[in-house]
């Protein structure tokens, strides 16, 4: 009983941690994407505006919810709870330290990956009952984007259970943590690179935000929604951006150790709590995700899809060859 109540404490406490950081990654983001378009970005609600995302969750809160009267109501209604509950769920898997984690299941990659493929139906089923053209081929270049793209996320991510002959997160870290660079980006750069890549696309963050493209779809499949439902969507989005964050940092940056060289040169740098490593590591993941949004356009879908099948994949699978050779006979 005890450790039931444990495991429900530590589970709010993720929760809560996690989406008190999405609040403020809105605010971050707005602040970042005004400096580089030569301006201030929020500025009027508390100091420097730091009390925008509360006034922004009050405002949504009491907006009124419009349901199309020919939507499918029910499809219409659920789609956003599914895409963020099988997108939150994901955080009972991360090892945040090598004492913090929730669940610590063997198979903690599949895991991830196949609760992303099924949040993707969360935004084809909102696309198709939303009962508009606007929204219905959001889905469908959803369903696109998914298919294409998380084909190169699992290559490069199976590299990384080759290189560590694991599934297992903490297995992964451990074992980058005993080779002599520290962290797998370094020799496995063409993997890192394509994951990079492949989670822009799976989040379906700028440029590859070809779903919800407001210049030809106006918001794509979001048209229809307002008020909370409409906030689940992008309270979905920002926790995904974080659950690759978190991904990124765990298998090909060491998540929270860091490199022998690094703290052979630097001793100071070993009292620092893992977990302070490990955030540095996901802080710097975020800024990359508004700073590439703040900086490149977005591409055509067709562009997207060459991208993925012509050019991610073929790469992530010579990265994995490569990996397999050089296991098998060095």
């Known amino acids: 009983m005890i450790e039931f109540l444990l ?48 006034a922004d969750f009050i405002k949504i809160f009491f907006k009124e919810d419009i349901v199309p009267i020919k939507a499918e109501k029910f499809i219409f209604q659920i789609a956003p709870v599914i895409i963020l509950v099988f997108t939150i769920v994901n955080l009972t898997v991360i090892p945040f330290s090598r004492d913090f984690i929730l669940a610590d299941i063997n198979v903690g990659i599949l895991f991830i990956l196949a609760s992303a493929s099924l949040s993707a139906y969360g935004i084809i089923l909102a696309g198709w009952s939303s009962n508009s053209k606007f929204s219905f081929l959001g889905g469908l270049r959803s369903a696109s984007q998914v298919l294409s793209y998380e084909i190169s996320l699992g290559l490069s991510l199976a590299a990384v259970v080759l290189m560590a002959g694991s599934l297992n997160l903490k297995d992964i870290v451990i074992a980058q943590h005993n080779t002599s660079f520290g962290m797998y980006a370094l020799p496995q750069i063409i993997g890192f690179i394509v994951f990079l890549i492949s989670a822009f696309a799976e989040t379906n963050r700028a440029p590859f935000d070809l779903p919800e493209a407001e210049t030809e779809l106006v918001a794509g499949y979001l048209t229809e929604y307002s008020a909370f439902r409409y906030a689940l969507f992008f309270l979905a989005e920002y ?35 893992g977990i302070i490593c490990f955030a540095m590591k996901v802080y710097g993941f975020i800024f990359l995700f508004i700073w590439v949004r703040a900086t490149f356009p977005r591409y055509r879908f067709d562009q997207l899809l060459n991208i993925g099948w012509k050019i991610l994949i073929p790469a992530g699978l010579i990265n994995l ?6 296991k098998r006979f060095v």
């Open 321 to 326: 060859l490569i990996v397999a050779f050089i």
């Open 239 to 273: 926790v995904a951006m974080y659950i690759m964050a978190f991904l990124g940092a765990l298998c090909f940056l060491g998540g929270w150790t860091l490199p022998r060289f690094v703290t052979e040169m630097l001793p100071f740098l070993e009292s620092v709590p």
């Open 7 to 54: 495991m429900i404490i530590k589970t709010m406490i993720v929760f809560t941690i996690v989406l008190a950081h999405v609040a403020y990654t809105t605010y971050a983001e707005r602040k970042i994407i005004g400096r580089a378009q030569a301006r201030m970005g929020p500025m009027e609600v508390g100091p420097h505006g730091l009390l925008q995302p509360i």
